[in-house]
């Protein structure tokens, strides 16, 4: 993929971190750069190339940008943004009595990310994904790893899309139209795992989190998977069963977090509890 060569002098810095820093347009409010740092090629050449595979499947996503390069050689994704857009959460948080409607969405949705079939040849499986976070995480015993490891093997494989980080501050929608975004993690498998997130994200998170990450109270969000559920899964399986099914699932996200805080996470690992 050729990068689209364009000029800084024509955008504006308005935040950085990590991995880099991102910039608007001067005329045009719609448009966006994300600048990686000095050097990081790769990481915006994966990110878009992924990008467009999943827009190609007909996944309702923002259409991908340009890959581009500054005159100082530094690589980054130029893209428009999707104005007067709300996440899920963010719209329950602003207007809870519609709970039932906003987690209905983004439910159907779900639903319909989770009956796409992909080429296995194309993305990571999910467990391949695992595999790699569990051998690179430093905190659990060689035992603990050996069990892990034959829960994820013993998951009934589906060749089937994965979000990856699937929370409801990952769906956007403005009039009728919705997408799913942060799709960096996407990849193929069970949808067991890619649910999971979503429980984690209302049940098993402490209230803190919950406010400073999803603009709402813990009692709201916990509201917001009751009302999921059954739409999810349909009205014939207790939700309590589903709650102990997913519970193993969410507790695995504990790589995910030990991978981006490099530190245990016992309030996490306590989901792992039946199987450990």
Not at 1 to 15: N, T
Not at 102 to 107: D, G, I, R, T, V
Request: charged letters at 25%; aromatic letters at 12%; a negative charge.
């Amino acid at each position: 993929m050729d990068a689209i060569k364009i000029s800084l002098d024509d955008y504006v810095l308005f935040g950085g971190g990590a991995n880099g820093e991102s910039y608007d347009h001067k005329s045009d409010p719609t448009l966006m750069l994300k600048l990686y740092l000095p050097g990081k090629i790769q990481q915006p050449l994966d990110e878009m190339t992924l990008a467009r595979k999943v827009y190609d499947l007909g996944i309702p996503t923002p259409e991908p940008g340009d890959f581009v390069v500054t005159e100082d050689g530094r690589y980054g994704i130029r893209f428009r943004r999707i104005l007067g857009k709300k996440s899920y959460s963010r719209a329950t948080g602003d207007e809870p009595e519609k709970v039932q409607q906003f987690a209905s969405e983004f439910a159907e949705m779900c639903k319909q990310l989770h009956a796409v079939h992909i080429d296995p040849t194309q993305f990571e499986s999910v467990k391949d994904r695992y595999y790699r976070l569990l051998e690179q995480n430093p905190f659990f015993t060689p035992a603990q790893k050996d069990k892990l490891t034959k829960f994820i093997a013993d998951t009934p494989d589906e060749d089937t899309a994965i979000h990856g980080d699937l929370q409801y501050s990952n769906a956007i929608f403005v009039g009728d139209k919705r997408y799913f975004i942060d799709l960096g993690d996407f990849c193929w498998g069970n949808h067991i795992f890619d649910v999971a997130m979503v429980y984690l994200c209302c049940y098993l998170s402490d209230e803190n989190f919950i406010r400073e990450t999803f603009h709402m109270p813990k009692s709201l969000a916990m509201k917001f998977w009751d009302c999921f559920v059954p739409v999810y899964f349909g009205s014939g399986v207790p939700q309590k069963e589903i709650d102990e099914m997913l519970m193993p699932y969410a507790g695995l996200k504990t790589l995910i977090i030990e991978r981006e805080t490099n530190c245990p996470m016992p309030e996490f690992r306590a989901a792992l509890a039946s199987i450990l």
